[in-house]
């Protein structure tokens, strides 16, 4: 069986919380385990890890190279400025999906730039929680 990981960066953890008008009602939680659910289906074994800080995200993607087949990552505010995750993804041979709950393409200005998606399979954002369903998906079609 393919091995996955969903990676969450900052402030994923309050989805449900925070900007509910962006990032949808739907709890952190309830994202999780429709991704898990999604993942049993597409005959993917998926761990899920959420960190707010820069530096776990760089080890688990750096551990990911050896130890999972594909990698569905939502940097969160990363995507924008944090070129030493791009280094990470770029590190690893292994395909990587950007994800993002919003369009990322149609918010503020600064938000609009991934640093990360030049080194990325391809980038799926603007679906809400269907942003990580539609990643498995591609991974999955990919390793």
Do not use: W
């Not at 999780?32 to 688990?60: M, T």
């Not at 292994?94 to 609009?112: A, D, G, K, W």
């Amino acid at each position: 069986m393919k091995r996955v990981i969903v990676i969450h960066g900052p402030n994923i953890n309050l989805l449900g919380v925070r900007e509910t008008s962006i990032y949808g009602k739907e709890s952190f939680q309830s994202v999780n385990e429709q991704i898990s659910h999604h993942a049993a289906e597409l005959g993917l074994d998926c761990e899920i890890f959420q960190s707010n800080h820069e530096g776990e995200l760089i080890d688990i993607i750096q551990q990911a190279g050896s130890e999972f087949d594909g990698i569905v990552i939502n940097a969160g505010a990363y995507t924008h400025y944090s070129i030493a995750i791009r280094d990470a993804i770029a590190s690893v041979k292994i395909p990587c999906i950007e994800v993002h709950c919003s369009n990322i393409h149609n918010r503020e200005e600064f938000r609009r730039t991934s640093v990360i998606a030049p080194v990325c399979a391809g980038q799926i954002a603007g679906f809400g929680k269907y942003s990580y369903l539609l990643g498995l998906y591609a991974i999955k079609e990919l390793i």
